[in-house]
C-alpha cells in the first residue's frame, strides 16, 4: 500500500520530466475513507479545474484502456496525468470504495452514486480546485460517473464516458432481453482474486488460485455455495443477487445504473460518448447521447469506434482488420490522451482553446479487399464518418422478410405458403457456442470481436468436428442473393418474430452477419459477425411483469440487436442467424419455467419460427447506397 501523506511529491516521468503527487483521503457521508492520488504541474497549485476518474482497478495500475503514450502499452497513470497537467488541469485518480486502498466493502455499481457525488463537491472545495470537477474514464469509471451524475452533483463540469455509464444495466451491460451477461461472473471471479481480503491470506488466494474457471462454466447456472465465489461470500453475493433479479425492478432502477430514471437530474454539462461495435455499451452510449443532447442545452458527443472494449489504439477486432484509419492513434487524434485533452480544452478552457468535434463521428467497417493480412486477418476495411445524429441523418428504415426457403429478401416469398413455419429443437445441454461478439472481460471463457462463424478449439463449448454454425440444425439461416450493389448500414437493428414453442419459456437470438464471398485466402468464405441479440420470451411484453408462454400458441416478439455500421460490398450476402442460445455470452434458457437461476432441470423445447410475411429484419440503411430500393 502507497504511503497516505499530505506531502506533494516529485514523479520522474519518461524524458526526464516530472509531475507531482498527492495523495487524498476523503471522507464520504457514511464515515468511510477513500484514498485518491491528485496530479498537478507544481506542488501546490493555484486554483484550477480537475478532472476525476474513479476506478476500481487500483488508480496507480496501468491499463491497456488508457491506449499508447509515450512509448508505454500500457502508459503508467502518471504518464497520462502529465498531459493534462501540462494544459493546466489536475488530475485526481480515486480508489473506489472497497477496492485498491479505500475502505468499505466492494458492492458492484451500488455505492458509485454517494461515493461519487461526495467526492466531487469535496473536491470543489479544495484550495487547487477553481470549482469546477470534470470526469473521464473507461468501463467501470465511465459507470461511476453516470453515477454521480444522477445525483446532480452541483459542481460537475463536464464527462467523458467511454465504454460505459449505463443508460439501463438491464438491458445492456448486465442483462439483455431478460438474459444474463456471462461476462459478469467473470468479472466477479477475477476481482475477486485481487481483491484486499483474497491478497492478505494466503489460504484464500490459494483457494481461489486452483479454481478452473472454464470448468465452472459447464455447472451453470451457480448457485449460492455451489460457485467458483463461494470462498468470497460478498463477491458471490452481489453476483448472485445480479443474476436472481430477471425482472425489472426496484433493483435496477437505483442510481448508478439507471442513467434512463434520472436524466432530468443529470447536470447540465457537456457530455462525450464514446464505444465500439464490439463492445457490450453500444446502447449505453448512444441513449446517452440522444438523451442528455435532447434534454440538456449543453452539447453532447457521440464516438463509435470499429474496437474491442478499450482496443481504440488497434485496427482489428478478433480475426478481422479494419485498416489503418480503425485506430483512433492519429485518425481522431495524435492519442486517446490528446483527443480527451482537446475535448476538455473546447469545453473547460479559455474561449477559443480548442474547437469542438462533430456531433457525431462513426466507423463505417467494409470496403477492405477481402484478403488475408501478414497477420493473418481478414482485410474488411473501413473509414470514420461525421453525422449530426445517430442513426445518420440521412438514413431510413429498410426492411427484409424472412422466407421458409432461408430468404431474406424486400418482398414475402411467394413460395412462402400461409401458415408455413421452420422449426428446431433446443437442447439448453447443446447451447451454441459464442464466437465473438459484443463481449469483453469474458477471458478465459470468451472474447469480443468479430470471428468467422466457424468454431475452432480457441472457443468455449466447441466439439469436434469443427463444422459451421449454420450446420447446426438449431440455426435457421436466412440470407440474402449475392447483392448487385453496395448496402451501407448503420444504426439499429430489429428483428421482428412470430413465434411458438413446446415450452413454457424460452430464448430467441438473432446475429446479424455480413458473407464473404470465397476466395483464394478463404475458400470458404467468411461470415463475419456485426452485432447480436436475445430475447427471453417471458419479458416478451414487458421486463417488469415476466409472463409464461402457452405451448403450441403464436406470439409476436421483437429482438433487439446493438447499434452497429457496415458497407456490405457489392457480391457478398446479408445473412441472419436464429436460434435460441449464444453461451458463454448468456446464460442458457432451461426452457422449464422455472427459475432462472438454481434450476436443476432442463428440457428441450422445439421452437417455430413463422414465415409467410409474418417474421422481418428492420434495418438502418443510408439511403445514398439505396436509391431505388423500398425503405419506411
Not at 18 to 29: A, I, N, P, S, Y
Not at 203 to 216: F, G, H, K, N, P
Not at 431 to 438: E, K, S, Y
Not at 477 to 490: G, K, M, Y
Amino acid at each position: 500500500m502507497p504511503a497516505v501523506d499530505d506531502e506533494w511529491q516529485p514523479v520522474l516521468l519518461p524524458g526526464g520530466r516530472t509531475c507531482w503527487r498527492r495523495v487524498l483521503r476523503t471522507t464520504v457521508r457514511d464515515g468511510i475513507q477513500l484514498v485518491a492520488d491528485v496530479y498537478a504541474d507544481r506542488p501546490d497549485p493555484g486554483p484550477g479545474p480537475v478532472i476525476l476518474e474513479r476506478t476500481p482497478y487500483g488508480r496507480r495500475a496501468a491499463r491497456t484502456s488508457d491506449g499508447a503514450l509515450c512509448g508505454e502499452i500500457p502508459p503508467a497513470p502518471e504518464t497520462v496525468a502529465e498531459v493534462f497537467t501540462r494544459g493546466g488541469y489536475r488530475i485526481v485518480r480515486q480508489d473506489c470504495r472497497g477496492r485498491g486502498d479505500s475502505q468499505g466493502i466492494f458492492v458492484k455499481y451500488l455505492n458509485e452514486a454517494t461515493d461519487g457525488y461526495d467526492t466531487v463537491e469535496w473536491i470543489a472545495e479544495q484550495p487547487w480546485c477553481d470549482g469546477r470537477v470534470a470526469t473521464m474514464g473507461v468501463s467501470y469509471s465511465a459507470h461511476a460517473q453516470a453515477a454521480l451524475a444522477s445525483l446532480g452533483a452541483p459542481h460537475l463540469a463536464a464527462m467523458f464516458l467511454d465504454s460505459g455509464g449505463f443508460a439501463s444495466a438491464y438491458e445492456a451491460g448486465t442483462r439483455m432481453g431478460g438474459a444474463f451477461e456471462l461476462k459478469q461472473a467473470t468479472w466477479a471471479f477475477h476481482r475477486a482474486k485481487v481483491s484486499e481480503t483474497v491478497r492478505t491470506d494466503p489460504v484464500l488466494r490459494a483457494s481461489l488460485e486452483s479454481e478452473d474457471l472454464r470448468a465452472w462454466f459447464t455447472r451453470m447456472p451457480w448457485r449460492r455455495g455451489a460457485s467458483p465465489l463461494r470462498f468470497v461470500p460478498e463477491y458471490e453475493d452481489y453476483l448472485l443477487e445480479q443474476w436472481e433479479n430477471g425482472a425489472f425492478g426496484p433493483y435496477w432502477q437505483q442510481p448508478g445504473i439507471y442513467a434512463r430514471g434520472f436524466y432530468d437530474d443529470f447536470p447540465d454539462v457537456p457530455s462525450l460518448h464514446m464505444s465500439s461495435w464490439y463492445d457490450p455499451y453500444i446502447r449505453t452510449a448512444t441513449e446517452n447521447f440522444r438523451e442528455l443532447g435532447r434534454k440538456k442545452h449543453s452539447p453532447a458527443y457521440l464516438v463509435l469506434g470499429p474496437w474491442t472494449h478499450g482496443g481504440r489504439s488497434h485496427s482489428f477486432a478478433g480475426d478481422v482488420d479494419f485498416g489503418p484509419q480503425a485506430r483512433l492513434d492519429g485518425s481522431l487524434a495524435e492519442h486517446y490522451a490528446a483527443m480527451r485533452l482537446s475535448w476538455f480544452d473546447a469545453h473547460l478552457g479559455p474561449d477559443g482553446m480548442a474547437e469542438p468535434p462533430p456531433a457525431v463521428r462513426y466507423f463505417l467497417m467494409g470496403g477492405g479487399s477481402g484478403r488475408r493480412t501478414a497477420e493473418g486477418r481478414l482485410d474488411h476495411g473501413g473509414h470514420w464518418c461525421t453525422a449530426a445524429s445517430w442513426p445518420p441523418e440521412e438514413s431510413a428504415n429498410l426492411t427484409l422478410v424472412l422466407g421458409s426457403a432461408g430468404t431474406l429478401e424486400t418482398a414475402v416469398d411467394t413460395s412462402d405458403a400461409q401458415g408455413s413455419f421452420l422449426e428446431y429443437d433446443f437442447d439448453p445441454r447443446d447451447a451454441v457456442p459464442t464466437l465473438g461478439g459484443q463481449v469483453t472481460s469474458g477471458e478465459p471463457v470468451m472474447s469480443g470481436g468479430a470471428f468467422h462463424q466457424h468454431p475452432d478449439d480457441r472457443f468455449f463449448g466447441v466439439t469436434e468436428p469443427h463444422l459451421p454454425l449454420d450446420s447446426r440444425p438449431d440455426v435457421l439461416v436466412f440470407q440474402t442473393p449475392p447483392l448487385t450493389e453496395d448496402l451501407a448500414v448503420a444504426g439499429p437493428v430489429a428483428v421482428h418474430l412470430t413465434v411458438s414453442s413446446t415450452a413454457r419459456d424460452t430464448d430467441f437470438t438473432v446475429k446479424l452477419i455480413d458473407v464473404h464471398p470465397p476466395s483464394e485466402d478463404y475458400p470458404q468464405g467468411f461470415a463475419m459477425n456485426l452485432t447480436d441479440g436475445i430475447l427471453r420470451c417471458r419479458y416478451r411484453n414487458s421486463f417488469s411483469e415476466p409472463e409464461l408462454m402457452t405451448p403450441g400458441e403464436t406470439y409476436e416478439i421483437t429482438v433487439e440487436a446493438p447499434d452497429t455500421a457496415n458497407l456490405f460490398l457489392a457480391g457478398h450476402r446479408l445473412r441472419l442467424d436464429v436460434s435460441s442460445s449464444n453461451f458463454p455470452r448468456f446464460d442458457v434458457n432451461s426452457n422449464t419455467g422455472g427459475r432462472e437461476v438454481g434450476d436443476r432441470r432442463k428440457v428441450v423445447a422445439t421452437n417455430r419460427v413463422h414465415t409467410g410475411g409474418r417474421s422481418w429484419l428492420t434495418l438502418s440503411v443510408l439511403r445514398p447506397k439505396l436509391e431505388g430500393a423500398p425503405h419506411d
